[in-house]
C-alpha cells in the first residue's frame, strides 16, 4: 500500500533530487496503468505546503485520514455494490486543502524533514473495515461484503451532510457510528483545542475532550478521536495504533508514495520547518468501467481470491 524511495542517501542537490522523484512519479504512474489504473491517472504536482503547529506545542501528530478527503476516500466498486452511484465519490464541493480532483495515490517529497520527527504514518483502512466488520457482525469478512457494508455507511453519511456542512466524511462516520459529533466534526491535528463552534454545536465533545480512554493522548482532538475509535472498533487509539499504524521516517528529499484510498495516513511529531510539495496521482472523474475495475482489484490488494 506504501512505499519510500529513499531519493536523500544519494546526496544530490535539491533540484536534481526533486527532478527524479517528480521521474518516479511518472514512472509509478505508466507503470500502474499498464497494471489496469484508469487511463485519466495524471500526475499533479502542487505547491509546497509548510508544516502547521497547533499553538503552545512544538511539533504536530496528524491524525489519520484520505489526502484530499471531500472526494478522495474508498468506495465500493459497482462490481461489488451494483447500486452504488459515483456522484457518491463526492462528499462536499468545498473545503478541500488544495484541488478538488480524486486522488488516487498520494506522494510527497520532503523539501525540508524540519527540526522534529520527519515520520509518516500508515494504517491499513482495508485491514481495519475487514477487521471491523468481523467483529461487528459475527460474519465472514469477503470483500463483496465489506464493501457493501462501507457503501451503507457513506450512502448514510452523505444523506447527513446537509445537517451539519462538515466537507470531509468521519473516520467513524465510515465505520458505521451515528451519533451527530462523528458526522459534524474533522479531527486532523491532534494537538488542537476544540473550536468554540464545535462545543456549541456538540456539547457532550467538551467532556469527552477533557480525558481519552487510553489516558495517553496530548491534545483535546487527540482526546475526542480516542473516543471514538474506542466506539468504533472496540479498540482505545493507543491499542488501533499497536495494532495498525506503520511507522515509516523520511529525510530531506526522500519521496513517500501511497495509495490514497485503501491506506489512511498521518504524521507523527513534525515541526513547523517541515516543508513537502506533494506529488499525487489523480483522475478527474472517479467513474467509468476503467476505474471500477481498478477500484475492485484494489479492494482485493492483499486477499487471496473471495469474490
Known amino acids: 500500500g506504501f512505499v519510500l524511495f529513499r531519493i536523500g542517501r544519494l546526496r544530490w542537490g535539491a533540484a536534481d533530487s526533486r527532478a527524479l522523484a517528480v521521474e518516479l512519479t511518472h514512472r509509478v504512474r505508466d507503470e500502474l496503468v499498464l497494471a489496469g489504473a484508469p487511463e485519466g491517472l495524471r500526475v499533479e ?86 477487521t471491523v466488520y468481523s467483529e461487528r457482525t459475527g460474519a465472514p469478512a469477503g470483500t463483496r461484503e465489506v464493501a457493501r457494508w462501507l457503501g451503507t455507511n ?50 457532550d465533545t467538551g467532556p469527552l475532550a477533557a480525558a481519552c480512554p487510553c489516558g495517553d493522548c496530548v491534545g483535546e482532538a487527540a482526546r475526542l478521536h480516542c473516543h471514538q475509535v474506542l466506539l468504533a472498533t472496540g479498540r482505545r487509539w493507543r491499542d488501533f495504533r499497536r495494532r495498525w499504524e506503520v511507522l515509516v521516517p523520511g529525510e530531506r528529499f526522500d519521496l513517500v508514495f501511497g495509495h490514497n484510498l485503501t491506506m489512511l495516513h498521518g504524521g507523527l511529531a513534525g515541526s513547523a520547518g517541515r516543508v513537502i510539495e506533494p506529488l499525487c496521482l489523480v483522475v478527474d472523474d472517479p467513474a467509468g468501467p476503467r476505474y471500477e475495475s481498478w477500484l475492485a482489484a484494489s479492494w482485493r490488494r492483499h486477499r487471496s481470491a473471495d469474490g
Not at 46 to 53: G, I, N
Not at 85 to 98: A, C, K, N
Request: aromatic fraction near 10%; charge should be negative.
Open 154 to 203: 457513506l450512502r448514510a453519511a452523505v444523506a447527513r451532510r446537509p445537517l451539519h456542512g462538515n466537507p470531509y466524511p468521519g473516520l467513524g462516520g465510515m465505520l458505521g457510528l451515528t451519533g451527530d459529533v462523528w458526522h459534524g466534526v474533522s479531527l486532523h491535528h491532534a494537538e488542537a483545542d476544540l473550536p468554540a463552534d464545535v462545543r456549541a454545536a456538540y456539547p
Open 45 to 130: 504536482q502542487d505547491e509546497p505546503q509548510a508544516t502547521h503547529v497547533p499553538a503552545g506545542h512544538t511539533s504536530r501528530t496528524l491524525l489519520p485520514h484520505h489526502d484530499g478527503q471531500h472526494c478522495s476516500y474508498l468506495t465500493p466498486s459497482t462490481h461489488d455494490d451494483p447500486d452504488w452511484r459515483p456522484q457518491w465519490r463526492e462528499f462536499g464541493d468545498s473545503g478541500y486543502t488544495t484541488t478538488p480532483v480524486h486522488k488516487a495515490y498520494h506522494g510527497v517529497f520532503i523539501a525540508d524533514p524540519g527540526d522534529g520527527l520527519s515520520v509518516t504514518t500508515y494504517y491499513d483502512w482495508l485491514d481495519v473495515l475487514h
